[in-house]
């Protein structure tokens, strides 16, 4: 039998402490995934509703008080519940639900905003590029977008004799100047290094327009478009309150005369929804754009 007394027993080798780091990193990975979204989730969602709380709480007080004549969020809910259990309601004439009220006006703010956007994005690259533009219209521009929206409400009435393109006027004439503004600010913005290296490689003005200049002020130029949609918003729910017809606007106008308070309070809760919707989607497809633009 062979001498084993010199030989050293075997002794298992524990794993380094980066082998045992992976081998645990990888088996608690999802979960660590799964804690953190948990936590952005609740961190996004529990503050406001904690604050909406609060502030339907401290409604509830000061409208149960003999003083006020505002009715308590309860009383809305019941007062109301016709109209929040059935949005869709269709009738004759002015006699529909508050979706069919909302679709009238966002029509009608798809119409004037989609103008606005054209007209700024195109008026807005023109004062951007050319001094003799800016010195030209600039001025007149400054006196025109410190009119009221409304103020333009007559004179597209005596101008169309008609309500619907009276009312998208209005909604163009307000959404446009922040658009055009911001659009400009962003051209004169280029950087001077980017306009010589396209005179250098000697660009076409189509080629300098789409690989220089749309991904240089598509972040101000978003910025304006989201500031306009805003400004539609609120301008149409202002002129359908003149012009009548359906639409949100009007619908509140009639509560109004018809002193259905709680059934503005509604309509207020989704015009502020469509709104924060609006902006969203405005700041969404901002994102896209521009996240396209850089890949490019």
Do not use: C
Not at 1 to 19: C, F, H, N, R
Not at 240 to 255: H, N, P, Q, S, T
């Amino acid at each position: 039998m062979a001498d084993l007394a010199g030989v050293q027993p075997l002794v298992p080798i524990a794993p380094e402490p980066a082998t045992v780091h992976r081998l645990e990193t990888g088996s608690a990975r999802s979960s660590r995934r799964a804690k953190a979204a948990g936590g952005k989730f609740l961190s996004a969602i529990v503050p406001p509703l904690v604050t909406l709380t609060l502030l339907i709480g401290v409604w509830e007080l000061l409208a149960s008080s003999g003083d006020s004549s505002l009715p308590t969020p309860s009383r809305v809910v019941v007062e109301s519940w016709e109209i929040i259990a059935q949005p869709l309601h269709q009738g004759k004439g002015i006699d529909q639900g508050l979706f069919w009220h909302i679709a009238a006006s966002l029509q009608r703010v798809a119409f004037g905003f989609a103008l606005a956007a054209v007209a700024g994005v195109a008026l807005g690259v023109l004062l951007g590029q050319s001094r003799i533009a800016t010195r030209g219209l600039d001025p007149i521009f400054q006196v025109f977008r410190t009119v009221p929206p409304l103020a333009w409400l007559p004179l597209s009435l005596a101008a169309f004799r008609d309500n619907q393109p009276s009312a998208i006027f209005v909604i163009f004439i307000t959404a446009v100047w922040p658009i055009l503004i911001n659009t400009s600010v962003g051209v004169r913005n280029i950087p001077a290094d980017y306009r010589n290296v396209a005179r250098v490689i000697q660009l076409s003005p189509a080629e300098y327009f789409l690989k220089v200049m749309v991904p240089a002020t598509v972040p101000h130029m978003f910025t304006g478009l989201r500031i306009g949609i805003g400004l539609s918003w609120l301008a149409i729910v202002a002129a359908e309150m003149l012009i009548g017809g359906v639409g949100i606007g009007f619908f509140i106008w009639d509560a109004w005369n018809s002193s259905r308070i709680s059934d503005i309070i509604v309509a207020l809760v989704y015009v502020g929804l469509v709104g924060i919707v609006l902006d969203r989607l405005t700041a969404f497809a901002g994102h896209l754009v521009t996240r396209g633009t850089a890949s490019t």
